[in-house]
């Protein structure tokens, strides 16, 4: 990564979401940029969201990440395990960021992509988690 890398965060690392982390001072951080789109399919996986493969439209908001020592907090945060990828409950790839209209604007972004099976879980048709609907 450079000295700043842009994220598309659509669950509870948004500003003023429900659960989100208490210990990752994201304002100071970085700095959220404004809406973001993502293709994939969005499911609520047990008090949080989860991004999968699939044709739908997922919201979320653009964020530049300035202090790259918070990008081991945010891994941590998702279950990330660099050494165990098929063990992790989320990968952190970059994807395509889209507009409204579900046509790329020209950037990538680090997602954290949901990394298990979501079969049993429903599958959030809006594409949008709610501010208030994360675990505390």
Do not use: C
Not at 36 to 45: E, K, M, W, Y
Not at 87 to 98: A, C, E, N, P, T
Not at 99 to 109: F, L, M, S
Not at 111 to 120: A, R
């Amino acid at each position: 990564m450079t000295k700043s890398a842009l994220f598309v965060f659509y669950g509870l690392l948004k500003r003023g979401a429900v659960g989100a982390p208490e210990h990752i001072d994201l304002e100071a951080g970085g700095e959220f940029l404004g809406p973001a789109f993502l293709r994939g399919d969005l499911f609520d996986v047990g008090g949080y969201p989860g991004i999968v493969e699939g044709e739908g439209l997922v919201t979320g908001v653009l964020y530049r990440l300035d202090d790259l020592a918070l990008l081991t907090a945010l891994d941590e945060f998702e279950d990330v395990v660099p050494d165990d990828p098929a063990g992790s409950l989320y990968r952190r790839i970059l994807r395509d960021v889209l507009n409204e209209a579900g046509e790329p604007v020209g950037q990538r972004a680090w997602v954290y992509w949901f990394n298990q099976p979501v079969h049993s879980f429903p599958r959030l048709k809006t594409g949008n988690w709610p501010l208030g609907a994360g675990s505390p």
